[in-house]
């Protein structure tokens, strides 16, 4: 039970990290001034960068596989991606507020698995922390910048905002089946506790920029990726992703 | 409406002023002879209008070339196979963008902002390496531009590092740094298909027969046709001919192609013992002047995507432009 309650959560760790470094990394070559694209992509990178230590983990657990095969071809209903990284970049302001959102929620992840039970995420967590760090300081940066910056920004980034909240709650979907499991044996907190911590993590920033905190109490969560109710858009990423790797998956590459 | 590119054009008065200065004698000649030591041109020395106007030319058309050299490549990104190829594809193509920066930085320091060379490139007064208006069709097109493009690019670079700008000189020591990683990187995708599987192979073959074209006009056409070049040369600006780094690149790479069993689509392509010079077949310039003056395959697509990210970042930059609402926070 324990070994599937961590699959589970390393799965859809692995899966968001991937999906959202993917839609990062379309940024490279296109973002809107030359140092921030090379900032995102940088931050795409390490957002892939971390998947593959993700996989690796899974890949030394019983009935593991191998991590390329696992990330670029599992069907999608397999994914446990959350909804939020799922969707296309749309503009730069969708793009960083989600950028903001998610890597505080991931840094709030990351730093409970400091304590976690489960030796490699545990040192997982440590490695990542530095860079995470950064992370966060430049997407609080920019959303503090853009909220500050005259009308069009500011109204760009509460737009964002109010459009991407319910996706960025939908990152703390419960899991049903195993969290209790991971609590009990403090493998990590649970993703209630996560999702508070998140909010006392985001609100302060979003004062300072004079960004609206949408009610929380009448949005509803974008909840079922981590049970593979997927976006429409997830599965053209999926396809596209894999199309070189699946000519020929025993091949090289 | 895209017309106008970047918003922010400043008047270049700097350039402007140094052309009505002419060009006097004596400080012409103390100037070459510096030049002859072998010492470096620095942004606020004295220097001809015409030194600066070529540099500047040489150098945006370089950092337009790394920006729009970004984009073929940046499109497999998202279909790179597997976690190593796709993390450094990502940062290869991060990088060139790095060379990019470095580069209009330097073209800067002589007086044209990074708005107005990207306005140039825009509206198609300023150009970029005709290679990059070719397209990049399959996987194995993204092997072949890694180790042969950047491998040429690297030949171009590696003889520019020795002219006379400095800060253009500096920019270089880095790219050519970097870029021997980019090569190294294509080099081991590039190995993999071709001892791969037959289809890796064959795949690898088709995206070799069509690059090769372009990958023979990279240098520029032949010196017999090129104007100019002798004063370029003596400045240090131009610091080595076109055909003669077309050799050095053939003499450096078709080797390694052959050695892998791949064959190059000109019956004509050898070394003559005699001379040690290689010979080929004419790679037809009538094309290449085609696509540089913006008859190519993909020249239009390619400004396309620069003007989608000027016109989509536009808002962005505005809003850093605000210095009065600036909002100011320590960096770390």
Redesign the interface.
């Known amino acids: 039970m324990l070994n599937k309650a961590i699959t589970d959560l390393l799965t859809k760790m692995a899966d968001d990290e991937l999906i959202l470094g993917h839609r990062n990394s379309e940024w490279t070559g296109l973002g809107p001034v030359m140092e921030e694209d090379i900032a995102f992509s940088s931050m795409a990178q390490d957002k892939i960068g971390h998947s593959w230590a993700l996989f690796r983990i899974l890949e030394e657990l019983p009935e593991g596989r191998p991590a390329d095969l696992n990330a670029f071809c599992r069907p999608e209903a397999a994914f446990k991606c959350c909804h939020l990284v799922e969707y296309p970049n749309s503009g730069y302001d969708f793009s960083l507020m989600r950028h903001f959102l998610f890597d505080q929620a991931e840094a709030v992840r990351y730093e409970s698995l400091q304590e976690s039970s489960f030796e490699p995420l545990q040192q997982l967590s440590k490695k990542v922390k530095g860079e995470l760090k950064y992370h966060t300081l430049h997407a609080n940066a920019w959303i503090l910048q853009l909220s500050k910056a005259g009308e069009e920004s500011y109204d760009r980034m509460q737009t964002a905002l109010n459009e991407i909240m319910a996706l960025a709650a939908g990152i703390f979907e419960p899991a049903r089946d195993y969290e209790q499991a991971l609590i009990d044996e403090k493998v990590y907190p649970g993703e209630k506790e996560l999702y508070n911590r998140w909010l006392d993590r985001i609100y302060p920033v979003l004062v300072k920029a004079s960004l609206n905190l949408p009610d929380l109490n009448a949005i509803a969560p974008a909840y079922g990726g981590r049970t593979g109710q997927h976006t429409p858009y997830l599965g053209p990423l999926l396809k596209e992703m894999g199309e070189v790797f699946n000519l020929d998956t025993a091949a090289n590459w | 409406m895209y017309g106008g590119g970047y918003i922010f054009e400043e008047p270049n008065n700097r350039q402007v002023r140094e052309e009505m200065l002419h060009d006097e004698p004596e400080k012409l000649a103390a100037f070459e002879e510096r030049i002859a030591r072998g010492e470096k041109i620095e942004p606020g020395d004295w220097m001809p209008a015409e030194y600066r106007r070529q540099l500047i030319r040489l150098i945006e058309q370089h950092a337009h070339s790394e920006?729009i050299g970004?984009?073929p490549e940046?499109t497999w990104?998202?279909?790179?196979?597997?976690?190593k190829?796709?993390?450094a594809l990502?940062?290869k193509?991060?990088d060139?963008?790095?060379h990019?920066?470095l580069l209009?930085n330097a073209a800067e320091t002589l007086g044209k902002t990074r708005e107005a060379m990207i306005n140039d490139l825009l509206s198609g007064k300023s150009k970029y390496s005709n290679v990059f208006n070719y397209p990049a069709k399959t996987?194995a097109d993204v092997t072949v531009i890694g180790f042969l493009i950047d491998a040429a690019a690297i030949v171009n670079q590696v003889a520019n590092s020795k002219g006379s700008y400095g800060p253009y000189c500096r920019a270089l020591e880095r790219i050519c740094y970097e870029e021997s990683f980019h090569l190294k990187q294509g080099h081991d995708?590039f190995i993999?298909l071709a001892t791969?599987?037959p289809?890796?192979k064959e795949m690898l073959q088709d995206a070799l027969n069509r690059w090769w074209k372009p990958i023979m006009h990279f240098f520029g056409p032949p010196d017999k046709a090129s104007l100019h070049s002798e004063k370029l040369m003596q400045w240090k600006v131009k610091m080595a001919s076109n055909d003669d780094m077309r050799n050095q690149f053939l003499d450096m790479y078709v080797p390694k192609i052959w050695e892998l069993g791949l064959t190059l689509p000109d019956p004509l392509l050898r070394k003559n013992p005699e001379t040690g010079r290689w010979e080929y077949s004419d790679p037809d310039w009538d094309e290449f002047f085609r696509v540089i003056n913006g008859g190519g395959p993909c020249n239009e697509e390619r400004l396309q995507?620069r003007k989608?990210?000027e016109e989509?970042?536009?808002?962005?930059?505005?809003?850093?432009m605000?210095p009065a609402?600036?909002?100011s926070?320590p960096?770390?």
Do not use: D, N
Request: charged share 20%; aromatic share 10%; proline share 2%.
């Open positions: 920006i970004a984009l940046g990104i998202t279909r790179a196979p597997g976690f190829r796709k993390l990502i940062a193509v991060q060139e963008i790095g990019g920066q209009y996987w995708a993999e791969g599987t289809a890796q995507v989608w990210a989509h970042g536009r808002w962005v930059r505005k809003a850093l605000k609402e600036k909002h926070l960096v770390a």
